[in-house]
């Protein structure tokens, strides 16, 4: 292999390895794993995710350093407050939540799992217990209502009728903020 070559390879090879989503930051919270590729989508995401006055409050005694404790803590009190708010407290509440780019990846991501297209700004797949969401469209509310989601799934041994899960992540969204 002449030098040229070689090069070209290794350069498409630190492509691939950089640009694979198995290869994005993961970093751990007490309740949730967080997969994101680059502090520029983790720093977007913190600013989209606008905890109001009183989660706000919350966040004030909570030591945070850098951008990663903060979206750590707040990520942390959504799940908190979505469980306070469902009134279901499950032993074992851990998810993984993954942060892509736009509507459109999350709707790549969900084709490549169910084979079909759905629109959708986030979605909780409940085989994985992952959250996949849009960091263009995120909001507390968006959150709450996959998280609300994840705590009914890690909350109920016998998974309830579809409209009802989905009722209670209504609830989760409608009520994150009181
Ligand atoms: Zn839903």
Do not use: W
Request: glycine content about 2%.
């Amino acid at each position: 292999m002449n030098k040229t070559l070689f090069s070209s390879v290794c350069l498409i090879a630190l492509c691939i390895v950089f640009t694979h989503p198995a290869f994005a930051t993961e970093i751990q919270s007490r309740y949730v794993t967080l997969q994101y590729s680059g502090k520029r989508m983790l720093r977007e995401f913190d600013n989209k995710l606008i905890m109001g006055r009183k989660l706000s409050a919350m966040m004030r005694g909570k030591d945070v350093e850098t951008v990663e404790d903060e979206v750590k803590a707040k990520v942390n009190l959504i799940v908190e407050k979505t469980e306070v708010v469902l009134n279901m407290f499950p032993d074992k509440m851990h998810v993984t939540l993954v942060l892509l780019p736009d509507a459109d990846d999350v709707a790549k991501q969900y084709k490549q799992t169910y084979g079909e297209r759905q629109e959708d700004i986030a979605y909780y797949a409940l085989s994985e217990k992952t959250i996949y969401i849009s960091v263009d469209d995120t909001n507390l509310r968006v959150l709450a209502h996959e998280m609300g989601h994840a705590v009914v799934d890690h909350y109920f041994k016998v998974r309830p009728p579809y409209k009802i899960h989905e009722l209670m992540a209504q609830f989760a969204e409608k009520h994150i903020t009181d």
